[in-house]
């Protein structure tokens, strides 16, 4: 039998309109990694806000946290963390240059955030719960090299987009992403992506590419299933993923997605694009 590395994005696939895991994925992918699969959790999240359905789903696989710019494992001492930041002094020059087009900012480390306001909608994704919280201006309360730059736009459209692009382009390496749906730009390493993560994970455990599936719903997941035999986007993707899947799944996150997803790869349906 061969052996795949499945890739599943947290937010709008793994979990349902409820954000849990249904008990059908969850046995599913239970039964999966008992037969010796890898499944690796790849979001945007951090660490804290993985580990309850890492262990839920009981893996001992590497996480994929904050779109790739930390990969770390909780159960391989072996597993090398990979892990991109932001320095300070940079953060601080592109903060004060974008600050007219922007209502808040935050970043943080593992144990810290730094927040203008703090702000409910990235709470429920980097559950500020016990963490050191930091309020203020950024030349105030900054004092260390982050991992995160998230800033909540003030207003949306091109143009307004594109001044934040220009005021950022300046910084080598640095590239930034617009949340569809949502008003809000992150900053990012060039080479910190889901995709270059998951290559360093399929490396460290003998995978070829062809027996990799990524499976998503959003443009973060873009580059996982470019570099994945089978790139998978749910049914209630962005059609901007869409257009660059592999393979669009009949079912939702909502009406477990996930399983349609491998079910079809495994049963031949689809053959892998390496």
């Not at 037969?35 to 359905?53: D, K, T």
């Not at 002094?89 to 955030?113: G, L, Q, R």
Request: glycine share 6%.
């Amino acid at each position: 039998m061969d052996r795949y590395l499945i890739a599943i994005d947290i937010d709008g696939t793994l979990l349902n309109k409820d954000r849990v895991i249904s008990k059908a994925t969850k046995e599913y992918l239970l039964k999966l990694s008992n037969e010796g699969h890898l499944i690796v959790l790849a979001s945007g999240r951090p660490i804290r806000s993985l580990v309850q359905f890492h262990n839920e789903l009981k893996l001992d696989t590497p996480l994929i946290c904050y779109n790739g710019a930390l990969v770390f494992s909780l159960n391989d001492k072996n597993f090398k963390t990979r892990e991109y930041i932001f320095k300070k002094e940079i953060v601080n020059e592109i903060y004060y240059s974008i600050k007219p087009y922007i209502d808040n900012a935050m970043c943080e480390t593992n144990t810290d955030i730094y927040i203008d306001k703090v702000d409910e909608t990235l709470d429920i994704f980097f559950w500020y719960k016990g963490m050191n919280i930091h309020q203020g201006e950024f030349k105030d309360i900054l004092k260390e090299d982050v991992i995160t730059f998230i800033a909540k736009l003030n207003q949306k459209g091109i143009e307004h987009n594109e001044e934040i692009t220009k005021r950022c382009s300046k910084y080598e390496g640095i590239e930034e992403r617009f949340w569809r749906g949502l008003p809000y730009v992150e900053l990012y390493h060039k080479k910190a992506t889901k995709g270059n993560a998951l290559l360093d994970i399929a490396e460290y455990y003998k995978i070829p590419q062809k027996n990799i599936i990524s499976i998503g719903d959003s443009d973060n997941d873009l580059y996982m299933l470019q570099v994945a035999g089978y790139g998978v986007a749910l049914a209630n993707a962005k059609e901007f993923l869409k257009s660059n899947a592999d393979i669009i799944t009949q079912k939702s996150n909502h009406e477990d997605g996930v399983i349609e997803a491998i079910e079809d790869i495994f049963n031949g349906k689809y053959k892998s694009k390496f």
